[in-house]
Nanobody
Framework: QVKLVESGGGLVQAGDSLRLSCTAPASGRSFNTDTMAWFRQAPGKEREFVAATVWHSGSTYYVYVADSEQGRFTIARGGARNVVNLQMNNLRPEDTAVYYC??????????????????WGQGTQVTVSS
């Protein structure tokens, strides 16, 4: 099964920053027009949407960030459009979770619903100490 490859997690202190990166395979399906997103799951909690990039046209993507992360997290596609990065600033202990990258073909499905994605990464741990 195709998997996305994530990197960039780690242990940081509150107020610090981290940048997560996710790379889709270079061969096989073209990911240029895919919706690529980040989700996270904290211990004992359900998986939740964090941010997404949705292809619009050409090299233009719309970006969406969960309300609770607005102003702290940003998402962007890399120069190679099979890459998506999540910049996380001013991290809080409640941001502690396993962060997952996901991808799905373009379409009108709700980008916030994890069940609509067909490719996932293995997850990367982010731990924020107070």
């Amino acid at each position: 099964q195709v998997k996305l490859v994530e990197s960039g997690g780690g242990l940081v202190q509150a107020g610090d920053s981290l940048r997560l990166s996710c790379t889709a395979p270079a061969s096989g399906r073209s990911f240029n027009t895919d919706t690529m997103a980040w989700f996270r799951q904290a211990p004992g909690k359900e998986r939740e949407f964090v941010a997404a990039t949705v292809w619009h046209s050409g090299s233009t993507y719309y970006v969406y960030v969960a309300d609770s992360e607005q102003g702290r997290f940003t998402i962007a596609r890399g120069g190679a459009r099979n890459v998506v990065n999540l910049q996380m600033n001013n991290l809080r202990p409640e941001d502690t979770a396993v962060y997952y990258c996901a991808s799905r073909p373009k379409g009108d499905k709700d980008y916030r619903q994890g069940g609509e994605y067909d490719y996932w990464g293995q997850g990367t741990q982010v731990t924020v100490s107070s």
